[in-house]
């Protein structure tokens, strides 16, 4: 065709992307949103350079002393710390920051060659990679320092160890975002990922646990992690520097290559997805959707099997979103783990802490109070802030609906006053079953503390949810968090319910009265009641001057 | 059949900072009329349509629906339109019917009839092939039709749609339309936006075109044809003009086309 000159190299091709970067980079400062983030980076890029050039100092003094001392074994520590800052950082920098897709330039005519390069050097300029970079280079230079005569084989290896982290990296986020694509894995990794959110939970006591045991269990946890570590590429490098140095070039080259065949494996995996992108997959919903769903009958469930619940007490429309809620709870497996967690997790820390004797300075009587603050606050602070985190367009629905905005948020806070009653009757059932019955008096304060800090925060988390809505997703990591006043308030808001829970029933205790407690929680209640009731009252008119943030916020498109 | 105009605005204004959207906007959509609402990208439909649902506060001016000031009885006249709004108003992680129990909830409906309607919407736009699908796996067409059925399941005397064939299939479209002449055919009054002239063309009896904010024509396609007929005279008078002819000629759509973009060959 006339005018068509010949397709740009890759080197053309990637200083184009490189210019659009700075292009998107430089409108972005265009308003004054852009411009603060723009700052809030800059800053975090300068405590980033003190966490990179600490590091590197830390990497280089470490592996200089390391091998001046003999203590070749170690280096293996290092490389690992390295592997697992190159590796970790971009997943959880993913959950904070909203990711450039450069898949999204594949409609241009693109080599498969700049596609590839381009995967790569993004994933170079990654700052864990940065980082990870320069602490490698910090390695290689108290290598060199400390045996000069390992400057070139310190090089070969950590060069092939570098390169194998940069392919493993990419790989990793190719294929993460292959499943994350679909909702139900990406669900799945979501309930997983929750999960070892609350697995960190049990860190300390497992810790303190080991620290009772030491003389046993860490050998027998050694003799099994260490065969891994070794087998595995940081094990491989750190070994590979360690054989080395002892001069057995052989052996440390035999290691060097088991890391060259790791390097290559990961190269090829990720060159397999990168062509499948390439070549235009479509990984959106809709295509999945576009598959014929398995059919279990020709028509409708009958009308009766398709009705709404007939829930007792409540008018059509708030029945009508508790049911959409309890129905959105358990569609959703992170947001069900959240709800149904507590309790179990209750159990687990009871029986933990218990073996440690933790709770011997605690009354067994405060136990129950204490395990109700924690499902509070678990269950609370993730559901009632931000109440239309998860509404998407529906939001379109509830203004558009014949319904005061009051009812709304009076289902959703059923919902989850209903789930905080089934949690705490599990919670005394199980702090019953593990220590002791709680005494009616502490039962009843408890509940009585309960009703007062659940008042307060929904009264306080309608009027945030409809001012400072925030859209989040189900399972997905690279979005935005809670509103920053949001957040603010919610923290400062339990801090204060819960403190304040916490002094009077330790006043009242201290009396030997805590039943003195019930009418000063009731009386907070009351109070909370009337706010609550003035809240309410105020979420119609709120609601209509805020229509237009709530469906701007919440029904964008990603 | 009430003599109370559907929809009446008076001078109704929508700025977004130094831009009007929509410039004293004088409107009348007589009840039982299949109303197509014109205009070029970015002219202010969606805007429109939104602050006569609800959805946005007008800057200034005022609407009246059947006759009820909108912001004083914004629940009275909800209750008696159905909305198909640009991002649908959907619920993902609902199934169809439970979404259409949901509206008829919502809407004030008992359970049973509710269920009832249900029923027959599903079937009616033929999604009930899948029961156990979520909507967030619905495809585009499919979600559109949803989002139709949920904006009817309540019997609305007023049904407002924000492009509703965009994206839908030639199928899908024909559902849509099949239900929007039956609404019509009992009495209801239809305020569609659209940028697929044909449809309008086939579909309505009315039209009124915005342009920059500002109305710019309104009447039946009869009326609009004639005036511009009557403007023209003989030279558009060799056969009949077109919806796309007569709001390119209201718009200012032509252009000179013959020198630009040569290179395209």
């Known amino acids: 065709m006339a005018g068509i000159s010949q397709i740009p190299g890759v080197r053309q091709q990637v200083g184009f992307i490189a210019r659009l970067r700075w ?47 003999g ?32 898949a999204n330039l594949l409609r241009f005519p693109l080599r498969f060659s700049s596609f590839f390069a381009l995967s790569l050097i993004y994933g170079l300029f990654d700052p864990g990679a940065v980082a990870s970079l320069v602490w490698l280079f910090s390695m290689w230079i108290g290598l060199s320092i400390a045996r000069p005569a390992m400057l070139g084989w310190g090089l070969i290896v950590l060069l092939i160890f570098a390169a194998m982290n940069l392919f493993f990296g990419r790989m990793l986020l190719a294929w993460l975002e ?24 049990l860190i300390g006591p497992t810790l303190r646990h080991f620290e009772h045991h030491h003389s046993q269990l860490p050998n027998g946890w050694l003799s099994i992690l260490l065969p891994v570590a070794h087998a595995l590429p940081p094990g491989l490098a750190g070994r590979s520097l360690q054989f ?8 440390a080259s035999y290691l060097l290559l088991f890391l060259l065949l790791y390097a290559a494996m990961f190269l090829w995996l990720l060159r397999v997805r990168l062509s499948a992108q390439f070549r235009g997959e479509n990984l959106s919903e809709t295509s999945a959707a576009a598959a014929p769903a398995p059919v279990r009958s020709r028509g409708v469930p009958s009308a009766a099997a398709a009705a709404s619940w007939k829930i007792p007490g409540l008018s059509h429309s708030i029945g009508a979103v508790f049911e959409k809620e309890i129905r959105y709870a358990f569609r959703s497996g992170p947001m069900l783990l959240t709800l149904i967690m507590p309790a179990p997790l209750v159990v687990l820390l009871g029986f933990t802490f218990r073996q440690q004797g933790a709770f011997r300075h605690l009354p067994l009587q405060m136990v129950f109070p204490v395990a109700i603050a924690y499902v509070f606050l678990i269950i609370q602070i993730n559901s009632v802030f931000n109440s239309f985190a998860y509404e998407g367009t529906g939001i379109q629905f509830m203004l558009l609906a014949p319904v005061r905005f009051r009812d709304v948020l009076l289902g ?12 705490t009757l599990l919670v005394w059932i199980v702090v019953a079953w593990m220590f002791a019955r709680p005494s009616v008096e502490i039962s009843v304060a408890t509940v009585a503390a309960l009703l007062y800090a659940s008042l307060a925060n929904f009264a306080i988390g309608n009027i945030l949810s409809v001012c400072y809505p925030r859209r989040l997703e189900f399972g997905v990591f690279r979005q935005k968090k809670q509103a920053g006043v949001t957040m603010i308030v919610a923290l400062v808001a339990q801090a204060v319910l819960v403190g304040l829970g916490g002094i009077v029933l330790a006043l009242t205790r201290s009396f030997h009265r805590p039943i003195l407690s019930v009418p000063i929680f009731l009386a907070f209640a009351i109070i909370a009641a009337i706010g609550y009731r003035v809240s309410l009252g105020r979420l119609d008119s709120l609601a209509l001057s805020h229509r237009e943030a709530l469906t701007a916020e919440l029904c964008r498109a990603e | 059949m009430s003599t109370e105009p559907a929809i009446v605005t008076e001078a109704l204004t929508r700025r977004f900072g130094d831009l009007v959207a929509v410039d004293q906007v004088n409107l009348r959509v007589d009840a039982g009329q299949f109303f197509g609402f014109l205009g070029p990208n970015g002219a202010g439909k969606s805007t429109m349509i939104k602050m006569l649902t609800g959805l946005l506060a007008p800057s200034s001016g005022s609407a ?54 249900t029923k027959e919407l599903l079937e009616f736009m033929q999604l009930a092939d899948r029961p156990k699908s979520l909507i967030t796996d619905y495809s585009h067409g499919m979600q559109k039709k949803l989002a139709m059925a949920a904006a009817v399941i309540h019997g609305p005397k007023i ?70 007929e009557a403007r023209q ?27 630009e973009l040569t290179w395209l060959g």
């Not at chain 1, 080395?244 to 052996?251: A, E, I, V």
């Not at chain 2, 936006?193 to 086939?202: C, G, K, N, P």
């Not at chain 2, 002819?245 to 252009?255: E, Y």
């Open chain 1, 23 to 69: 292009l998107l980079f430089k409108n972005s400062l265009r308003n004054i949103k852009g411009r603060l983030e723009a700052v809030s980076a800059g800053i975090l890029w300068l405590m980033m350079s003190g966490l990179v050039f600490g590091g590197g100092i830390f990497m280089g003094i470490a592996t200089y002393f390391l091998v001046a001392s």
């Open chain 1, 412 to 423: 959703k806070n059923l919902f989850v006053a209903f789930v905080t009653i089934v949690e």
């Open chain 1, 244 to 251: 080395g140095l002892g001069g057995n070039f052989l052996y």
């Open chain 2, 64 to 117: 009246r629906i059947l006759g009820l000031d909108l912001t004083r009885h914004s629940v009275e006249v909800k209750a008696s339109i159905g909305v198909v709004p640009e991002g649908l108003a959907l619920f993902g992680r609902l199934t169809g019917a439970e979404y259409l129990n949901f509206a008829g909830r919502m809407y004030g409906l008992d359970r049973e009839t509710a269920a009832q309607r």
């Open chain 2, 233 to 259: 005279g003989a030279a558009a008078s060799d056969g009949k003009l077109t919806l796309e002819q007569i709001f390119l000629d209201i718009v200012g759509g032509s252009r000179e086309t013959e020198r």
């Open chain 1, 71 to 102: 203590r070749w074994s170690w280096l293996a520590g290092l490389t690992w710390i390295v592997f697992l800052f190159w590796q970790v950082y971009p997943i959880f920098a993913a959950s904070v920051n909203v990711q450039f897709d450069f």
């Open chain 1, 178 to 201: 292959k499943w994350l694509a679909r909702r139900r894995t990406r669900e799945i990794l979501g309930f997983i990922f929750i999960l070892i959110i609350i697995s960190f939970q």
């Open chain 2, 159 to 228: 049904l407002f749609l924000d492009e509703p064939f965009e994206g839908v299939d030639a199928i899908a479209a024909g559902t849509l339309k099949s239900m929007l002449q039956r609404m019509i055919a009992r009495g209801a009054t239809i305020f569609l936006t659209s940028h697929v002239l044909e449809i309008v063309e086939r579909l309505c009896s009315h039209v009124a075109i915005i342009s920059k904010g500002k109305l710019v024509a309104q009447g039946s396609l009869e009326e609009l044809r004639a005036g511009i």
